[in-house]
């Protein structure tokens, strides 16, 4: 099965940088997403990670330790817009289940002015 | 990114009937879509897997008889909550992908469903 642990709930001001943690326990792993979720609203794709490491895009990056099961999203130069709920997300690689996503609980993120 | 339609966006029903909620995909062919249930502060659970032309693998605890996936074409899947309860009010979502692999899934804009 899946476990996937970010924290409930964060809160930053505006223009800081903030870090929000991802672990997880998979049986079969095949990548790591980020998504950003406004209450009421669809998910939206931010970032994936395969492969140990750092991918930068604009404003956010995420960073993922295959061998530790750990993965953090980073947001610079926060915007009120920020405030939203983030999802740590983890693809299943096994046979006929290929692909599934498992989702964390969401990270509720407060940027304040 | 591709686009995936979700329809309805919302939806109120009494206790007791049924609600179809479809979810297509506008520009490309799925050939596999996945549904997810998402409560109030709380994570989206997937409920189930649906490949185009065969049956939706459906997750641990998830009612197949009460929760019917159809996916009879490439770009069409729609699940159907039959004998709909108070408790099945939530926020369902949608995703579709093409091919296999390492390729991402899309999102649909959800339907939330009032059982009354």
């Known amino acids: 099965g899946q476990n996937i642990d970010q924290p409930t709930e964060m809160t930053a001001t505006e223009g800081a940088i903030v870090q929000i943690n991802c672990t997880y326990q998979?049986?079969?792993?095949?990548?790591l997403f980020w998504y950003q979720q406004h209450a009421g609203e669809a998910p939206t794709f931010l970032s994936y990670n395969v492969l140990d490491g750092l991918e930068e895009k604009g404003r956010f990056s995420s960073f993922l330790s295959r061998s530790k099961g750990y993965s953090y999203l980073l947001l610079k130069e926060l915007q009120m817009k920020d405030s939203a709920s983030y999802l740590c997300?983890?693809?299943?690689?096994?046979?006929?289940?290929?692909?599934?996503?498992?989702f964390g609980r969401g990270t509720q993120l407060t940027v304040w002015p | 990114g591709a686009v995936v339609s979700q329809h309805p966006s919302w939806v109120i029903c009494k206790s007791g009937t049924s609600v179809k909620i479809e979810c297509r995909s506008l520009?490309?062919?799925?050939?596999?879509m996945f549904w997810y249930r998402q409560f109030p502060k709380q994570s989206l659970m997937l409920m189930a897997t649906?490949?185009?032309?065969?049956?939706?693998?459906?997750e641990q605890g998830v009612e197949k008889d009460k929760f019917l996936i159809n996916h009879a074409s490439l770009t069409l899947s729609t699940l159907t909550v039959t004998s709909a309860h108070p408790e099945d009010s939530s926020f369902y979502i949608c995703s579709a992908r093409t091919g296999t692999g390492n390729t991402e899934a899309f999102f649909g804009q959800g339907t939330r469903l009032t059982v009354v």
């Open positions: 520009d490309f062919q799925a050939t596999t």
């Open positions: 998979t049986s079969g792993f095949n990548g």
């Open positions: 649906s490949n185009e032309g065969s049956k939706a693998t459906y």
């Open positions: 997300a983890v693809r299943d690689r096994r046979g006929s289940t290929l692909g599934r996503l498992y």
